[in-house]
């Protein structure tokens, strides 16, 4: 959702029209990422940690990400939990 349409109903509820127009749209990262501050920690909830490389390129060294899933994790409790520790 581009930033001047953040105060619309549309973006404001998880909705019904919101998660069809998300599906439907380009994704905003840059323009979102701008609003995050130096030292943030990044808590990733994705299939597999697919925005490691874009959040540190993004954010800069002192971001921290943690990806909450691996898909290549033996043991994926273990990865949650020690993800969650960080």
């Known amino acids: 959702m581009p930033e001047d349409r953040w105060d619309t109903e549309l973006a404001k509820y998880c909705s019904a029209e919101y998660m069809t127009n998300n599906l439907l749209s380009y994704v905003l990262f840059e323009e979102a990422s701008s609003h995050v501050p130096e ?16 959040i540190k390129r993004s954010f800069g060294p002192n971001v921290i990400n943690i990806p909450l899933t691996n898909r290549l994790a033996k043991n994926h409790q273990f990865f949650l939990l020690e993800s969650i520790g960080k």
């Open 39 to 54: 030292n943030a920690v990044a808590v990733e909830i994705a299939p597999h940690g697919l925005l490691q490389a874009i």
